[in-house]
């Protein structure tokens, strides 16, 4: 499936989900939900740049980053990382943690599967069918 039929089917699916964008691993924006492609970019240089930052405390630690969320008052970031691609989202405040942190990881899983089926819909039956 292509980057952007992925992030149509995550945000189908995610209600929590404002905003959304795929990165490759060269930093340019594979597809965006942002109303054009300049913040497309933009939202993409901020989100990386928030997963440099917080490279460089877990960096202390020795593991790598793979997942990140930033929360204020009015809502969350959220970053994913998975063999290089990059997905960064905008939530509402309060959002359900591990389902947005869920969805995202099967939108990059999606994303980078050429073979994969565009979803049905149903946020029911789309979790249900990848759930361990």
Do not use: N
Not at 71 to 93: E, K, M, Q, Y
Request: glycine share 6%; aromatic share 4%; net charge negative.
């Amino acid at each position: 499936m292509d980057a952007a039929q992925a992030l149509a089917d995550l945000t189908e699916i995610s209600s929590q989900i404002h905003a959304a964008a795929l990165i490759e691993p060269d930093g340019e924006v594979a597809a965006s939900t942002l109303a054009d492609e300049a913040h497309g970019r933009e939202f993409a240089r901020a989100a990386l740049e928030l997963v440099r930052a917080a490279e460089g405390v877990r960096s202390l630690t020795g593991e790598s980053l793979t997942q990140l969320e930033v929360a204020t008052a009015d809502g969350s970031v959220f970053v994913v990382r998975d063999g290089g691609r990059t997905i960064a989202a905008t939530t509402s405040a309060e959002p359900t943690v591990g389902l947005v942190f869920y969805d995202l990881k099967s939108c990059l899983k999606a994303a980078a599967d050429p073979q994969a089926e565009p979803s049905s819909g149903d946020p029911a039956e789309s979790r249900a069918d990848s759930a361990p």
